[in-house]
Structures are given as C-alpha cells and as structure tokens.
Nanobody
Framework: QVQLVESGGGSVQAGESLKLSCAAS?????????LGWFRQAPGKEREGVAA????????YYADSVADRFTISQEKDKNTMYLQMNSLKPEDTAMYYC?????????????????WGQGTQVTVSS
C-alpha cells in the first residue's frame, strides 16, 4: 500500500502562490493508474482539484482552478506537486493527495485507494 504525505500548505493573501508537495512511498507507476489532488472546506464535500495519469502524464483540472493551478510529477523522486497561483479566499480548504489503481472519472474520490493526511491552505482577502 502506498503512503502519501502532503506538505507546503500555509496561510497567504489573495493573489499569492503556494506549491504543495505529495511524497509517495511504496509507489510504482506501473501499479497506480493516477494521482490526484482533492480539497475539502468545512461543511462541504471533498472535491477534485486536479489529477495526473502516472504513465502518459495527462492532466485534468477542475474548471475553478484550470487557469491558476498546475499539477506535475517528478517520477525519480516519487513526488507530485500542485502549483497554485493567484489564490482566492474560496481556495481555502484542507488539500489531500490521493492515488488509485483503476480508471474512471478523475474527480470521483471513491475511486482512490490511498490518501494522505492533508495540508491546510488558508487564503485571506
């Protein structure tokens, strides 16, 4: 079972940037189909932010972040990143990275097998 550890969260002002990292141990891209970033704000459902297919590197984004966030992976370090630019107060949430062995719609949380503990992102206006 892969273990995922997020880092890089923090408190910033609107318009600033953050870069989240997700370090994966026990991970091989031959076993895992895709990696994803999700977020959950208090009182709201967990929502997909972005995902990347481990082999071809194809990326997917939620409409709300598509022009501001970039997902990437550094395979030799078994690390995934989420570069977040032009942050808005509505981006405030706990951010989680996740991995899954199967396909399906990238934004469906129930299809992911492994989850990190989360890292908090707070954006103030």
């Amino acid at each position: 079972q892969v273990q995922l550890v997020e880092s890089g969260g923090g408190s910033v002002q609107a318009g600033e940037s953050l870069k989240l990292s997700c370090a994966a141990s026990g991970f091989t891209d031959s076993a895992y189909y895709s990696l994803g970033w999700f977020r959950q704000a208090p009182g709201k459902e967990r929502e997909g932010v972005a995902a990347i297919l481990t082999r071809p590197g194809t990326t997917y984004y939620a409409d709300s972040v598509a022009d501001r966030f970039t997902i990437s992976q550094e395979k030799d370090k078994n690390t995934m990143y989420l570069q977040m630019n032009s942050l808005k107060p509505e981006d405030t949430a706990m951010y989680y990275c996740a991995a899954r062995k199967r396909g399906g719609w990238w934004g469906q949380a129930s299809t992911y097998d492994s989850w990190g503990q989360g890292t908090q992102v707070t954006v103030s206006s």
